[in-house]
């Protein structure tokens, strides 16, 4: 059988059928209902993380291993890029032993593509400093399992228009009816080109994206409650009083006064007294280590669609998604 190569660079790169694909499989392997036979015996993945991971780096590891390819990992500094290789001489390398590349950088999706250049190995963005793209398909996936849908739901996120935000905001306006708020502290909202394209695609998708930067007013009838730790790893902020301008965004119980019946996610590691109280990430309301469980469910599910054919027809799942232009 001849292996497929794809790549997942950033969210905007999967069609929509992709997108669907990738979280029927993901809630599949979930509900132990997909095939987790070694379907991708015989491929080695490289595991390279240039910055801390215990959840994606844990996900994709042992995701790789059951299905039964065999991996190995490389350290921040273990690749000769430190010594001012080129980032395309490397993949030139790599790409002649590696059959997957899963890859947490400090650098621009550009880097990634890079890599994903030569052809033969198949790239997957674990983390870039602009998009967490497999953290919005972990995310997609706890929500899908949860509430048996995506269209129509109401997502409240607090906090940094990070690496995550980016990502979520580019993979919720794919579907229908969903409603997106992002509450951000000023100056540290979505970057332009990502909310630009997202909004593009709510428009197609008659989803409804929108910012701000208080906590004041509004907020009732949300689904879901979501925030981030306020220091992403290996970033810095601009402004020295910053945790000043962060302080009210932090999630408290009061938020569940509108939205009683709304579940709270993050994505983890979490800062208890910071971006959020301890009793709501620690509460009832709080899915965020399911959360964490399905990052391997998706990581499985990716690696899968990157290496493996689709079927011709897939199996519907209970949420649809509208093409958007790709």
């Not at 001012?84 to 002649?96: F, K, M, P, W």
Request: glycine share 8%; with cysteine.
């Amino acid at each position: 059988m001849t292996r497929q190569v794809r790549h997942l660079i950033s969210i905007s790169d999967l069609t929509d059928r992709d997108c669907r694909y990738i979280l029927d499989q993901a809630v599949r392997f979930a509900d132990r209902r997909a095939d987790s036979r070694p379907m991708l015996d015989g491929l080695v993945a490289g595991i390279y993380f240039r910055k801390t991971s215990t959840r994606t780096r844990a996900a994709f590891s042992v995701g790789a291993l059951r299905l039964g390819a065999r991996i190995v990992t490389f350290g921040p500094d273990d690749l000769q890029t430190n010594t001012r290789e080129t980032i395309d001489d490397t993949a030139r390398v790599l790409s002649g032993m590696l059959d997957i590349f899963v890859a947490r950088t400090t650098g621009s999706t550009e880097e990634l593509r890079a890599f994903s250049a030569p052809g033969e190995m198949r790239v997957i963005n674990a983390m870039s400093a602009v998009e967490h793209p497999t953290q919005a398909l972990a995310d997609l996936t706890t929500m899908l399992r949860r509430f048996g849908r995506l269209d129509g739901l109401r997502v409240l996120y607090v906090g940094e228009g990070n690496s995550t935000a980016a990502a979520l905001a580019l993979a919720l306006t794919r579907f229908s009816g969903v409603e997106l708020e992002l509450r951000t502290p000023a100056g540290y909202g979505l970057a332009e080109d990502v909310r630009t394209l997202a909004a593009k695609q709510a428009a197609l998708s008659g989803s409804l994206l929108s910012e701000r930067h208080d906590m004041t007013g509004g907020g009732e009838g949300f689904d879901v409650i979501y925030t981030t730790r306020w220091q992403t790893t290996g970033t810095s902020k601009p402004d020295h009083d910053w945790r000043e301008l962060f302080a009210p965004f932090r999630v408290s119980s009061e938020l569940w006064r509108a939205s009683p019946q709304a579940i709270f996610m993050h994505d983890l590691p979490a800062h208890r007294g910071q971006e959020v109280t301890a009793d709501v990430l620690d509460g009832p309301a709080s899915i965020a280590f399911d959360q964490a469980q399905n990052k391997l469910y998706s990581a499985m599910a990716v690696l899968t669609w990157c290496s493996l054919p689709q079927p011709a027809e897939m199996t519907p799942a209970a949420y649809t998604a509208t093409e958007a232009a790709q």
